[in-house]
């Protein structure tokens, strides 16, 4: 069993329904700004503050889907599906 710590907890990388839970609520903090660090540079002349958070969301996004798609199969969620149907036309 192999273990990841994310943001505090220790998650189980076998297990695709932990890691999208913790993954998510790490995106919900990315984007309400808490995850956020400020750097302020002072000079005689002037004072700048910036504030930024280190995070890549496509990525994030990606690898949200890829866990929830693998999250539904093992838990036998079919998440497609062929709908079959034949059209007849009257003579």
């Known amino acids: 069993m192999s273990t990841v710590g994310i943001d505090g907890a220790v998650i189980d990388i076998d297990?695709?329904?932990a890691l999208y839970t913790a993954l998510y609520a790490v995106k919900l903090k990315l984007l309400s700004g808490e995850r956020t660090e400020e750097i302020?540079?002072?000079s005689p002349l002037t004072n700048?503050?910036?504030r930024f958070?280190?995070?890549?969301m496509p990525a994030l996004e990606a690898e949200l889907r890829s866990l929830a798609r693998a999250c539904d199969a093992r838990n036998?969620?079919?998440t497609r599906f062929a709908l079959a149907g034949r059209v007849t036309?009257?003579?």
């Open 76 to 78: 036998g969620k079919r």
């Open 89 to 91: 036309r009257p003579y």
């Open 15 to 17: 297990d695709p329904c």
């Open 40 to 42: 302020e540079v002072r």
């Open 48 to 50: 700048r503050r910036t």
């Open 53 to 56: 958070g280190p995070s890549n």
